[in-house]
């Protein structure tokens, strides 16, 4: 029984983690495109993510991690791919994904359905293997 | 005299209910002390074989929620660190400083500059390194 609450606890955490994660991230992009440093808004969010990227801890229905370019011009694919690059480079915030229950990094331009993702899990370097 | 003598009788099986209801209700309390130890016993052991339970990669992967990340390095990131990896390239390449004294030295920052170069942060300690330290004009 204590298991159990401490498991509810522990999801609760997560899902404050999760949520402050995504919050800083927009606001930092909102930022960044209000002062003139970035040419596109970013917003980040949850998405289902791909069930072949999945890991042990990957959230249930919630294992994809977004960012998606809202305005200002359209991304090129290359864009799209060394947003990516970045985000993979960044091994801290890379394991934070990994911990909080997101599995699959997705990069998405504001129209149409063309995008990028990776599974997180490779980029991870924990020094093992996730299942 | 019969009476009196039915009288002390019963006083006696009395007694003797009484010791038994002691004696059992004391049994019972030890029961339940032992067997909330036995419950707590159980409770401890299975905490603590959880935490062995927990590999490195899951212990590592716990300890990285608390990870402190800065986004507003990463929107920088995002979106000037290529621009700057170009230029830095450019001009600290070591292939310009092939017969001056410090190539090795330029070739390492130039190393450096390579590996970190969706850094931007990094990037930047680098651009001073290199104005500073080998006076390069970072155009």
Redesign the interface.
Known sequence: M??KIIEIVDWFG?MT?RYK?IR??N???K??FISG???TL?EAKITNGDSNYRHQ?SKFLGGGFRIKALSGRPLKKEEMI??G???L??K??V??L???GWDTMEVHDNSGFNGCKWPLKDY?N???Y?N | MNLLQILSDTSKISNVTLDRNSLVSAFWKYAAISELLIISFF?IL?FKT?EKKL???EA???N??N???N??D?????????NLYKLLSKNCHPDRFINSTSHSEVELLFQKITENK??FQELVKLKEIAINQFNIKIE
Do not use: C
Request: overall charge positive; cysteine-free; proline content about 2%.
């Open positions: 204590w298991h997560e983690e994660l800083d991230f606001k930092a992009g930022n960044a440093i970035a040419p970013l801890f060394e947003i690059k970045i985000i480079d960044n801290e915030l394991r934070k990994v911990a909080l991870a924990i020094g093992g996730l | 409770v299975y959880r590999t490195s990669i590592q992967l716990k990285s929620k990870n402190k990340v986004m507003d990463l929107m920088l990131s995002i979106n000037n660190s290529r969706r850094n």
